[in-house]
């Protein structure tokens, strides 16, 4: 995507800001960092980025974009503003590239992923200047399910604003003043471009929150401040409107500090003008969310910091149960992390990483020959049958599908028919994992047993898996599927949907077996399972097998048997690990059971 043009013979125009500068060979634009070189017109700070740091992203300020979540926020020297008060002006106002390291689109990623970020702003000085490499930032980061956020003067050129939707998610403008001469005079812009910028991006789905920095003497006149919040309500009372206060800076020590009673008088302002939400940045105020719809305070925040943050499932008023005003995140949040599982993340690698040391210099794993597509865990706690899953999950390091369907059943509700969650994310103690919201929603559609039912969760015979699918198979999005009362005939059509998806969707079948016998009673109970799956054989299995998961076991083995038909190597489907009084690992098609008594053996010997 290039964003020039030639304009005649010997020029190049550049269609980035609204300057619309032509640049004659070797000419560089206002903002000092596009440049036509060869008849092109290049972004100079592409890959040089002058600041890499991480915020709040309250910091942007967006209050209401995912709220109490860290920002990986870039920006580079130039700008094509030119604000007395600029309080980023070592940088905006600098020409000087600092190329001693290339940061490419994807480290940039790898760096909020590794910073633990949800999203990456293009801010601190003007983002369009560079909008060639924020907007391949952003294609990579939307892949790596990151969001992007613009931090702008709303000085973007008309094809920057239509190529914009799809790549930036959210943008906060600038709104600096309502004196047409202080625009074009001092800050170098145009307010009516930016005003109609402010209304595109509105219309757009990009989500618009918009700040001014109040500045004794230069806006904060009661007829201005009447005028930019009139202005903003005209567009849409739901905008959120920040009113910062400003301190001296750059060209413009001689100013006071904002005092407080001019924010306040602002904020009097906004409200009358019917502004919902505002915001009052700088002076350490508290700066509550409320719902749109009852108006209980569902996050509290002092200044930037969130100190209450009540959301129900990530974008949802825990009092009156509307959705809240903005782009927020649905979660389906742990209901037993703590418990089954250790709450935080440094555990939960602790215990994998001791897991997986048992095997070391062993060959109790073995070395597979073939790419399995599903397997059977137990769902015990950690302590339980921890080990036990792990075992199953350390064979999929090599595998890379795009979604695991994870299938388990309800102990809490009773339900007819199974349940899909066409939320988000999900919560774990490390890192959330993004939901085939898309394959989840096609369920639905697609099966008239499957639905969404909330209660049903709150599931731990699925939500325990989720740390390690975190763990080994970082890039695979989630499905959960919970089911109640139904047949395993139902179950299978799951099963065989995803089986016919060759390497792109893995299925987890989570099921216990025989709960609360004696170590013998429990081996001969769960041999009969072990058996049955061995020989995908459901007689064997309807011979006396316990597991609370059976209709998922008995899916599994229907499906299986029914794709042994069409295609040979689905012989090699199954690797199940089991268990719930010692660990069994089992492998029916490569290898003969390892049975609890090899296992005592393989723990005595070490
Ligand atoms: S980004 Fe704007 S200021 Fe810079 S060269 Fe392009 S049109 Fe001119």
Not at 270 to 293: D, E, H, R, V
Not at 422 to 443: A, G, H, M, V
Request: charged share 25%; net charge negative; glycine share 4%.
């Amino acid at each position: 995507m290039k964003f020039y043009k030639t304009y005649n013979e010997k020029k190049q125009q550049c269609l980035l800001c609204n300057h619309y500068c032509i640049l004659k060979e070797g000419q560089t634009g206002m903002c000092g960092v596009n440049k036509n070189v060869d008849g092109k017109v290049e972004c100079l700070v592409y890959g040089y980025p002058a600041v890499v740091h991480v915020d709040p992203v309250e910091k942007k300020p967006l209050f209401q974009f995912l709220p109490n979540t860290k920002i990986l926020s870039i920006g580079s020297v130039g700008c094509n503003f030119a604000c007395p008060f600029c309080q980023n002006h070592g940088i905006s106002q600098e020409h000087n590239i600092n190329k001693s390291q290339y940061l490419s689109p994807e480290d940039i990623v790898n760096i909020a992923i590794a910073k633990d970020c949800e999203s990456i702003a293009y801010t601190y000085n003007e983002p369009t200047i560079f909008y060639p490499y924020a907007r391949d930032i952003s294609i990579l980061a939307h892949e790596r399910g990151l969001k992007t956020v613009y931090v702008s003067n709303g000085y973007e050129s008309d094809e920057v604003i239509k190529d914009m939707p799809g790549i930036i998610d959210a943008i906060n403008i600038d709104l600096k003043s309502f004196d047409k001469k202080y625009y074009k005079r001092v800050l170098r812009g145009d307010l009516p471009v930016q005003l109609e910028n402010i209304k595109k991006f509105h219309k757009s789905d990009i989500w618009v929150e918009i700040t001014t920095l109040i500045i004794p003497t230069k806006n904060d006149s009661d007829e201005e401040l009447t005028k930019i919040a009139e202005f903003i309500a005209s567009v849409d009372t739901k905008i959120p409107w920040h009113i910062s206060a400003f301190h001296p800076d750059y060209k413009q020590m001689d100013l006071d500090f904002t005092p407080l009673d001019t924010l306040e008088r602002a904020y009097k302002i906004g409200k009358k003008a019917g502004i919902k939400q505002i915001y009052m940045g700088n002076l350490g105020q508290s700066n509550p969310t409320n719902c749109l719809s009852c108006g209980f305070e569902v996050i509290s925040r002092t200044t930037y910091d969130t100190t209450k943050d009540l959301r129900k499932n990530g974008d949802t008023c825990p009092m009156c149960n509307e959705k809240l005003n903005g782009i927020f995140k649905s979660i389906r949040e742990s209901s037993v992390a703590g418990s089954f599982y250790p709450n935080n993340c440094y555990e939960v690698t602790h215990h994998i990483t001791q897991f997986n040391k048992f095997f070391e210099n062993s060959d109790f794993i073995p070395k597979l020959e073939f790419k399995p597509k599903a397997i059977i865990v137990p769902h015990a706690g950690y302590i339980y049958s921890g080990f036990t899953a792990n075992a199953a999950y350390s064979l999929l390091e090599t595998l890379s599908p795009k979604r695991v369907l994870v299938i388990g059943p309800s102990h809490r509700v009773a339900f007819k028919g199974a349940s899909v969650i066409p939320f988000d994310e999900f919560q774990t103690p490390c890192r959330n994992i993004q939901i085939d919201k898309e394959y989840s929603n096609e369920l639905i559609k697609e099966f008239d047993f499957i639905d969404f039912n909330e209660d049903a969760h709150h599931e731990h015979s699925t939500e325990t898996q989720m740390p390690f699918i975190h763990y080994y198979l970082p890039n695979a999005k989630v499905v959960e599927i919970v089911y109640g009362d139904i047949s395993y005939e139902e179950i299978s059509k799951i099963v065989s949907k995803a089986l016919a998806d060759h390497e792109d969707t893995f299925v987890v079948i989570s099921t216990d077996f025989s709960h609360f016998h004696d170590l013998k009673t429990a081996n001969h109970l769960d041999g009969i399972g072990l058996e049955a799956i061995k020989k995908l054989d459901l007689d064997i299995w309807n011979s006396g097998t316990e597991a609370c998961g059976r209709i998922g076991v008995k899916a599994l083995l229907k499906s299986s048997n029914e794709n042994l038909l069409l295609s040979e190597p689905f012989k090699k489907l199954l690797i199940t690990v089991n268990s719930e009084v010692l660990p069994v690992l089992f492998l029916p098609i490569t290898k003969d059971i390892i049975s609890s008594k090899s296992i005592e053996n393989f723990f005595n010997n070490r």
